[in-house]
């Protein structure tokens, strides 16, 4: 996947969340080095070609990427090292659905947050 739009097509979510947490992952070195331009996902050569030599496995790996707690896998056909949001240790970001209004709020290190949309205050 090459686009913020195909991206947004298969989360079901806006392109402003799918840019938002694009860039998130990118700033956290959670995927590779990269870039959104325009709408188009770039990844800086030279961290792509680490990826695919596990220099970037060994660096980021968190275990077992198989499934995690709400059953979601590994897509298929996926470089193994990318995790859907969730999975990991405790502390890793994550999105979590708000009880109050069911928006997504994301939890970067803090363990609770307030929702944006209602106020409620979600926790991981």
């Not at 079901?12 to 070195?29: H, I, K, N, Y």
């Not at 290190?109 to 949309?117: F, G, H, L, N, R």
Request: with cysteine; charged share 25%; net charge negative.
């Amino acid at each position: 996947m090459t686009s913020v739009e195909q991206i947004r097509s298969l989360s079901q979510t806006s392109p402003a969340d799918v840019t938002r947490d694009l860039t998130f992952m990118f700033e956290e070195g959670l995927l590779p080095e990269g870039r959104i331009i325009n709408g188009t996902v770039y990844i800086h050569q030279q961290a792509f070609d680490d990826y695919f030599n596990d220099e970037y496995d060994e660096e980021y790996e968190d275990g077992d990427s198989s499934s995690d707690e709400t059953g979601h896998g590994r897509i298929e056909g996926s470089p193994s090292g990318f995790e859907p949001p969730g999975s990991g240790h405790p502390s890793s970001p994550k999105t979590v659905e708000c009880p109050g209004c069911g928006a997504r709020v994301f939890l970067g290190a803090e363990q609770e947050k307030e929702c944006e949309y209602c106020g409620n205050v979600v926790c991981a």
